[in-house]
Nanobody, 117 residues
Framework: QVQLVESGGGLVQAGGSLRLSCAAS????????MGWFRQAPGKEREFVAA????????YRADSVKGRFTISRDNAKNTVYLQMNSLKPEDTAVYYC??????????WGQGTQVTVSS
């Protein structure tokens, strides 16, 4: 089992930056692909970005391309989401997810990001 704890959320003005972190428990972090998702009030949870187990492959939603970067440090059991040029529509609770082939998905508790205009 993997436990995930997100941090780094907060209130920022439009155009600003935040870096989210997701720390994972256990010794098998490098065997999980990791992803970031977000959910705004009254909306479905949506995909933001994902990264492969090694960190070589990364994927981002069109809405965040050119602004958000996902990375991971397997030595620190942590995945990051660098968010630049933030917009009010990026306001949401951000969740990280761990996935391993054949196993269940694990989710963190989420961290709130609020972007003021």
């Amino acid at each position: 089992q993997v436990q995930l704890v997100e941090s780094g959320g907060g209130l920022v003005q439009a155009g600003g930056s935040l870096r989210l972190s997701c720390a994972a428990s256990g010794r098998t972090f490098s065997s999980y692909a990791m992803g970031w998702f977000r959910q705004a009030p009254g909306k479905e949870r949506e995909f933001v970005a994902a990264i492969s187990r090694s960190g070589v492959g990364t994927y981002r939603a069109d809405s965040v391309k050119g602004r958000f970067t996902i990375s991971r440090d397997n030595a620190k059991n942590t995945v990051y989401l660098q968010m630049n040029s933030l917009k009010p529509e990026d306001t949401a609770v951000y969740y990280c997810k761990a996935r391993r082939t054949g196993g269940p998905d694990y989710w963190g508790q989420g961290t709130q990001v609020t972007v003021s205009s």
